[in-house]
């Protein structure tokens, strides 16, 4: 009654046509078949906001009437962020999607919420500028700071919170706040930019954002490697790090992933050798790209590579490359029929990281279980992808083992139960698990003072 | 009375010798020559804890008879963040001086917050690895954390919040937690690291810390060029940054701070030209350390430089870049007698700070007041200094006058009003100036979570 009464008031202030009910819409805000955590619950209305000041208008009526909040991004969560487990308000931010402000001198850029990526790129390519972080090709400014998105350029540039200049952010109750001005660095107050970024939507509705950008490098190279085991490659990995080479991207993806993008016709009609292959990048100048690859073809032989292959023109830079690009896509053309894909991250030192991969590999090849890796290997950060057919007694529960296992083992080994992808709702358990219930209490008395009725996204994160 | 109830208290727990109450000791832990922010307050004792375990039970002892705790570090603050102005217990973190675990294949260090910055990267130089962010020689690791310092190589490698994988942090109450685990990166809940890094010891009390490092570089260049203008010399930084040269370091010191170094007796037996110099840092491979301090040549020549000087030896960098590292100590042997010297800090956007710095140096000199400019060019971030004879009338109000409105200018500038020195107790007016009544209404809001008798370091950053 009171959510209808919601959607109502919302419809009178904000006009009919930002507000939908079709089933059809419903449906699609409330379920993905990418996401490992999907609810029942669906959205009683979605709702279109083009203004900050009417996202606030609609915080003030959902906290008027005691109703749920979930803001939506580009819908590339892979854990649920964006689902509506108490139903409520879905704010869809697709149609805040300008680019507001663009400081080239100043190497920043003020952009709304609903703002993807790869268009922004797009947008400034002439200047010489870019965002580097490089998640999900769909997904929107808004859910990348939401989550502290990273993807394969994190290794270079780091995670998408160290872009983030200032944020405007509406409060549970309907409140604007502007975390800062415009400084590239400061020491004044409490850094508003981390809380906000990496909070799933539950404390507040990021709305705008000025982020930092980095000047596109000039020279690069690309090289792969592979490797007749994960240790091994993982061990050259960490030597590359440690040598201080310039790497912008350092990938591993192991022998079922390549063996999947052979599966799939291979790459520009180029078949892959189906071992554990190092993908990276390195950017300088002419000469130092030159010496980098070298340095790092020495340091893979040391390691045992079985294959070391470098190109620096972009054409060349493309096709080696485009095997990483295409790990997801090949896995989901190798998708057995009828089966469901679960696919998890994790993160630890970077000492442990072979380990377990070796340990989940093994544990899934075990109970007969398809499931691949690729990881952000400079990072410590990798992805388990896994299957299940859900009509097979057991099956769903085995990948539930494997999954559950790899996490309270990278909690073992010091690491975190998600590197990129956030809590949502299937790992709020394992949240209390890695940091324990004093430091996660401190994490929800924050929650209780900005958003006291846990409105925003609620069953995200913890629980109350 | 209650005061010393809690001093009789804590002596029991941790023991005499923890404990002191000599009024020298209390003088030096009260006042700093080298703050601009000082009070007649002084703490009531000194405490000097050996664990987290001893801070706790001081925090539980100051809660139940509801005494100020002011954490004090090296003593180094220019913003007097560790004084007292409510008196109550000084907590000097000098015991906890220990490096707890060292990993060198994970890239990070475990310390207590007590430890100083040089004395770390000197014991770990043998592995290869060090920790880049470089304040005053003198600052220990907790109190770097506590302002989110900075430094020349902010740069190329980041400020001190970059560095903090996780921290353990006493709250006001006793409570001990530990933000995180040891993963380089994590989307897993709220960024607790990155709140209480920079918070100045107003929202707990930090005792160890697990810190990133980064690699030495191998190969360093380091270059001077002198300039007609500031104009000119920020307009060369500016188009140095945005052509992506791989600079460690980029710094600004204006024609009054290279004649002090003059005056002082130069570097090493040289004279430098007074004018507006540029000092750069590059890192990279041999090959293009070369072609990034010619590329840097041909930028400064196209903006007018007079002179431009480039070394590689070790011997000769260390000997270039010193007039930068003096540069502090040239100013201060050439503070007039019985003058008192005023330094503060600002960031701008980067298109930005020419005029700053001119706006800022002309009301100086329209006062007749020494004034000299350092800036970390790259960041917009710069530091003015002046003097004045407090027995002078007028003289403090004039500085006063410069110092505000400098900050003033700042924020319409859209910057910050301290770029690396952190809030303390003279910019407190400042931030609510720069980030308005909502946004510190938020942090005064967080303050109260955490700290609900503001008992942590009050009368800094904020009042009640």
Known sequence: MKYRQAVDEIRRELGDEAVSTDPDDLEYHGYSEFSTSNTDERPIAIVRPESTEQ??????????????????????????????????????????????????????????????????????????????????PTAFIGGMVATNCSGTNAMGYGTMKDYVVNLTVVLADGTIIKTRQRPRKTSAGYNLNSLFTGSEGTLGIITQATLKLAVLPTNLSVATAAFGSIHAAAAAASTMVRSGLPLIALELMDEEQMRSINKNGGTEGRMWDENPTLFLKFSGTVNSVK?????????????GSRTFESVSGQKEIDSLWSARKRALFAVFAAKPKDSVFWATDVAVPISRMADLIEESRARAAGYGIWNGVIGH??????????????????????????????????????????????????KKECLVKELGLPTVGVMKALKDTLDPHWLLNPGKVFDE
């Open 55 to 136: 996202v606030s208008a609609i915080a003030k009526i959902c906290t008027k009437y005691r109703v749920p909040m979930t803001p939506f991004g580009s819908k590339s969560s892979v854990e649920g962020s964006f689902s509506s487990p108490f139903s409520g308000i879905c704010i869809d931010m697709c149609e805040m999607n300008k680019i507001v402000e663009f400081h080239p001198q100043d190497m920043d850029i003020v952009v709304q919420a609903g703002v993807n990526w790869m268009v922004l790129n797009e947008e400034i390519k002439d200047s010489g500028l870019f965002l580097p972080p490089d998640p999900g």
């Open 291 to 303: 010496d980098s690859a070298k340095e790092a073809q020495a340091i893979c032989r040391k390691h």
């Open 377 to 426: 290997a400079g990072d410590g950060n990798f992805h388990q992808a896994l299957f299940y057919h859900p009509d097979k007694a057991g099956d769903k529960e085995k990948v539930k083992d494997c999954v559950d296992t790899m996490i309270e083992r990278a909690v073992e080994m010091e690491g975190t139960v998600t590197g990129e992808h956030g809590i949502g709702i299937g």
